[in-house]
């Protein structure tokens, strides 16, 4: 039995502001915007670009069983993989993203540009919430690793 990650929930204030940043600025599809109960919250699910996982952003939905609700913008390490970082950079630089520059781990900690080994460059940005996420260049697409 295959244990596919299909979905991960991030915590936001304001779902109309969050999901036009996660839209409109760093290009996820929007898959569904509906509220499934009346008087039970709202479900926005978007999905990054050739993702087989998405994010969900809810609002007034019933907590969990046993998970507590997580702060909004209290989320780190989500991490995206991309074959370009400089090309990813510049997509979302030019939608009004702030991203940092690209990043290597050293000797001495983080540098500025990229790393000369696979896997070793990175950028970091947050939603308007102060979630956190990583893009990390991989060698190569997923469907040939």
């Known amino acids: 039995m295959d244990w596919t990650l299909e979905v991960l929930v991030v915590p936001v ?4 502001r969050a999901k036009a940043f996660y839209q409109d600025q ?5 898959e569904i915007d509906a509220s499934f109960f009346e008087g039970v919250g709202r479900f926005v699910q978007l999905t990054p670009p050739g993702s087989r996982c ?3 952003l809810e609002s007034g939905m019933p907590e ?3 998970q507590p609700r997580m702060a909004p913008g209290s989320l780190r ?3 995206l993989c991309v074959t370009d970082i ?3 950079r510049a997509a979302l630089v030019g939608r009004g993203v702030e ?3 690209v990043l290597h781990v050293g000797a001495s900690g ?5 790393g000369e080994d696979g896997w070793n460059s990175f950028l970091f940005f947050q939603d308007p919430d102060g979630n956190g996420w990583a893009v990390q260049e991989a060698p190569a697409p997923l469907t040939e690793r």
């Open 26 to 30: 760093c290009g996820f599809r929007a």
């Open 77 to 79: 390490g989500l991490q």
């Open 99 to 101: 991203v940092t520059p």
């Open 86 to 88: 400089e090309a990813a």
């Open 54 to 56: 998405s994010i969900v």
């Open 13 to 16: 204030s304001d779902l109309d």
């Open 64 to 66: 969990s069983p046993g």
């Open 110 to 114: 983080w540098a500025e540009g990229r």
